[in-house]
């Protein structure tokens, strides 16, 4: 009996994923546009940062590099009290 009622759920998800092509357009569609737009920006960012840091490079090459303590230790707190908030 167990059998039989595997093989109907089975046969029953099956039959949910063929679902109208319109449909799955629709969702694909929308999907792609969303993670073109992600893919975008991480792009943008990578970037940005990459030049970021051919700048940061070049200032210590040239002696010029001169971090603020102060702000990093600010910023290393308030980032690790994000990530806690976004645990929590």
């Known amino acids: ?14 039959s949910h994923g063929s679902r109208p092509a319109a449909d799955a357009s629709g969702d694909r569609v929308e999907l792609s546009s969303t993670l073109g737009r992600i893919a975008h920006a991480i792009s943008s960012f990578n970037a940005q940062r990459s030049n970021k840091i051919q700048s940061l490079t070049a200032e210590y090459q040239a002696g010029r590099y001169r971090p603020d303590s102060s702000a990093t230790s600010r910023a290393m707190i308030s980032d690790s009290l994000g990530a806690e908030r976004a645990g929590a």
Do not use: C, F, L
């Open 1 to 14: 009996m167990e059998t039989g009622r595997t093989q109907e759920t089975q046969k029953t998800d099956h």
